[in-house]
C-alpha cells in the first residue's frame, strides 16, 4: 500500500487532476493547482492532451510550471496566442458540437467560499443590472467592503441583494471600541454621514456611547479640515479650529475619536493632531483579512 502521508494534499490533487485528464482532450486549465495538475498531465501522464487558458494561450507544453496563465513559461511553448474574444469562441465552438473532448479545471480563485462559480450573470438582451440570467457567483469577490462611511448608510439593500458576506465598517468599528473597554465617543465626519444617522443606528444599545459636535462652528471645523485641508492638498491649512471641535469632544467624556471620513486618518497625519482615535478604515482592512482566514496583530 502507497505511503500518502509523504506528500500534501496539494500534490495529491494536482495528481488527481492529471489522472483525470484522457489522451487528446482538450483541457481549460484555471491558475493555481490545475496548472500544475495540467502541466503533469502534459509532460508525464497523457502527453496528447492539449491544454488551453483564458488568456488566449492555445495547446501549451510548459517546460517548467507556470504561476499564472498569463506566465511566459506558457507563452514560450503554445502554439498559438489567440485573442480572449477567439479563446472564448473555441471554446463555444467545441461545446455546441459536443465532440466530448473539452473538461475544465478552475482554481480556488474562481470559486466563492459557497461553491458557487465566480460568474455573475448572462447578459443576453440586458445588462448587468437586469441580465437575462443571474448567477449565484461573486464575480470573483469573496466578500464585499467599502471604506465609505457614508455608502454605510445604504448597507442593508446592499447585503441583502447579494450572495456573499458584506463587511459593515462602523459596526466593526463599534466592536473594536467595544472590546477595548471604551465607554464613549466622540464621532468626526461629514455633514452627510452624522445626517444619515448611520452610526448613530449602528451604536444604538451597545454600551459605547457616541457624542458629535454639538455647535456649527464645531462641525463646521471638520468639514473644513476634510475639503480645505486634505481633498485641497493643503499641507499647511490651518487646523486651530479643528483641534479645538477635537478637545471639545474630550472634554465632553470621549474616551477615543473616531475618524469618520476617510480623510480624517491622513489629516491627523500631517497636521500632527495627536489624539487618542480609531481609524475606521484601519478596523475595516484588518477585519478585512481576519475574514479571508489569516491572523493580525
Known amino acids: 500500500m502507497s505511503d500518502y502521508t509523504k506528500y500534501t494534499k496539494q500534490e495529491m490533487q494536482a495528481y488527481a487532476i492529471a489522472k483525470n485528464i484522457k489522451e487528446n482532450q482538450i483541457v481549460i486549465v484555471g491558475t493555481g493547482l490545475p496548472l500544475i495538475g495540467a502541466s503533469l498531465a502534459k509532460r508525464a501522464v497523457c502527453p496528447s492532451c492539449h491544454p488551453i487558458v483564458e488568456s488566449g494561450l492555445m495547446d501549451c507544453d510548459p517546460v517548467e510550471v507556470p504561476r499564472s496563465v498569463g506566465d511566459n513559461r506558457f507563452m514560450a511553448h503554445c502554439a498559438v496566442q ?4 477567439r ?13 466530448d473532448r473539452l473538461v475544465a479545471f478552475i482554481g480556488g480563485a474562481q470559486i466563492d467560499p459557497y461553491g458557487n462559480v465566480n460568474s455573475t450573470c448572462i447578459f443576453g438582451k440586458g445588462d448587468y443590472l437586469q441580465p437575462t440570467t443571474r448567477f449565484t ?5 469573496n466578500g464585499i467592503a467599502t471604506y465609505c462611511n457614508t455608502a454605510h448608510n445604504f448597507y442593508d439593500a446592499v447585503a441583502s441583494s447579494v450572495s456573499i458576506p458584506v463587511l459593515h465598517m462602523i459596526a466593526i468599528t463599534r466592536d473594536a471600541l467595544k472590546s477595548r473597554g471604551v465607554k464613549c465617543a466622540g464621532l468626526l465626519a461629514t455633514d452627510g454621514t452624522v445626517q444619515t444617522g448611520i452610526y448613530q443606528r449602528t451604536f444604538e444599545g451597545s454600551g459605547v456611547e457616541l457624542i458629535t459636535p454639538d455647535n456649527t462652528e464645531d462641525q463646521s471645523a471638520v468639514m473644513d479640515i476634510i475639503y480645505n485641508g486634505v481633498k485641497a492638498g493643503d499641507l499647511t491649512h490651518d487646523a486651530t479650529a479643528f483641534r479645538a471641535a477635537c478637545e471639545h469632544l474630550l472634554a465632553r467624556g470621549a474616551e477615543v475619536l473616531i475618524l469618520g471620513c ?7 497625519d500631517i ?3 495627536d489624539y487618542p ?3 475606521p478604515t484601519l478596523e475595516l482592512a484588518l477585519a478585512a483579512v481576519r475574514a479571508a482566514g489569516c491572523e493580525t496583530k
Do not use: M, R
Request: proline fraction near 9%; glycine fraction near 12%.
Open 82 to 85: 489567440w485573442p480572449n474574444i
Open 87 to 99: 479563446f472564448v469562441g473555441f471554446e463555444a465552438n467545441e461545446w455546441l458540437h459536443d465532440e
Open 137 to 141: 457567483g461573486s464575480g470573483g469577490a
Open 262 to 268: 476617510t480623510e480624517l486618518p491622513p489629516a491627523f
Open 271 to 273: 497636521y500632527h493632531l
Open 277 to 279: 482615535n480609531v481609524d
